[in-house]
């Protein structure tokens, strides 16, 4: 669905064409009903005999139904106005709701064709060095280990949008086990720094900590996590992780000295496909995903993620676990 802005006014001006055009129909057919029920009302008026013994009481009568089809009138009028506002507002919902997801999913395609180009393009010219030229050894292996950092990071890709994929179409079954979140977070932070060996991290991770979980999906949580921070964290500041038992909970925190994220935007980071800031203009790689990802792997978890700021500066993602009934 590719939302053009002159197919979008023409859409909104049928919108509210129509909606005016319904609204005036139901006014003109209030009034006539209205102005019908005026004359009968009349006609039977005008047919009474005022030397009548009962013309007093004919009379009330006739005013008496007049009042009763005007409160009819009102009261149908009224249902049909909210059924036709209800379905406005539900249609202007939905029909903005598509909207959205239609440009998001069209920046998605934007975000993800540059990412996987890059990790494409990188492993080409690598193995194309490789194959063309002799290298010394230590060359060699460094391209190598580049390609394979490239490669990690095209799985991991990969493994975003299939995991997504399977979400919306409802066939993932987790598999929950005992799984070691200290061994799995410090595994993660150390594939972490082999693929940035220039970035920094402040660790504080509790040993030992276990919960109930699927292990595959805690990597890619972990995995998305430290990504998040390190697009956003300049070189030169460190990333935190803190990992400790917080009273009758598990706490995970992923702290960074980025660049922060709006009050406003705090809530729409964990939407998919949702990116802060214009896509023409962003230079922070992404596809979207990841915090999408995060936040559906804690509800599989029956865990919590949130966001607060990081005084002075950056951002505080906090997850918390519940503590397995067997190790409490």
């Not at 008026?45 to 139904?65: G, H, M, P």
């Amino acid at each position: 669905m590719n939302v053009k802005p002159q197919k979008l006014t023409i859409v909104t001006f049928v919108y509210w064409f129509l909606l005016l055009y319904m609204l005036a129909a139901l006014t003109w057919w209030f009034i006539a009903l209205n102005n019908q029920n005026k004359n009968i009302s009349t006609i039977k008026k005008n047919e009474l005999v005022v030397t009548d013994a009962q013309y007093a009481k004919k009379l009330q009568q006739i005013e008496a139904s007049a009042n009763r089809k005007i409160a009819q009138y009102i009261g149908e009028g009224i249902t049909f106005l909210a059924l036709i506002l209800i379905g406005a507002i539900y249609v202007f919902r939905a029909t903005r709701r598509q909207i959205i997801l239609a440009k998001q999913q069209q920046n998605f395609m934007m975000a993800i064709t540059h990412e996987l180009k890059t990790p494409i393009a990188v492993t080409q010219l690598n193995l194309q060095t490789l194959q063309k030229r002799k290298l010394a050894e230590d060359q060699q292996q460094k391209l190598i280990a580049n390609t394979l950092q490239e490669a990690n990071r095209l799985n991991s890709l990969c493994n975003n949008i299939l995991f997504a994929a399977q979400l919306d179409a409802g066939k993932y079954t987790a598999y929950l086990q005992a799984v070691n979140m200290s061994t799995l977070v410090v595994n993660a932070i150390v594939e972490c720094k082999n693929r940035h060996t220039n970035r920094i991290f402040e660790l504080n991770i509790a040993a030992n900590i276990i919960i109930t979980g699927d292990e595959f999906l805690l990597q890619m949580l972990m995995n998305n996590l430290l990504e998040n921070a390190i697009k956003y964290t300049p070189k030169e500041k460190p990333i935190k992780v803190f990992l400790h038992v917080n009273l009758k909970t598990i706490q995970l925190q992923v702290i960074d000295e980025g660049i922060g994220i709006p009050n406003n935007e705090k809530k729409k980071i964990f939407d998919k496909f949702y990116r802060i800031g214009d896509e023409n203009t962003r230079r922070a790689q992404g596809s979207g995903l990841g915090l999408y990802l995060c936040k559906k792997i804690c509800e599989y978890h029956q865990a919590t993620i949130s966001v607060a700021d990081n005084l002075p500066q950056g951002s505080n993602f906090t997850l918390l676990f519940n503590i397995p009934n067997e190790s409490q």
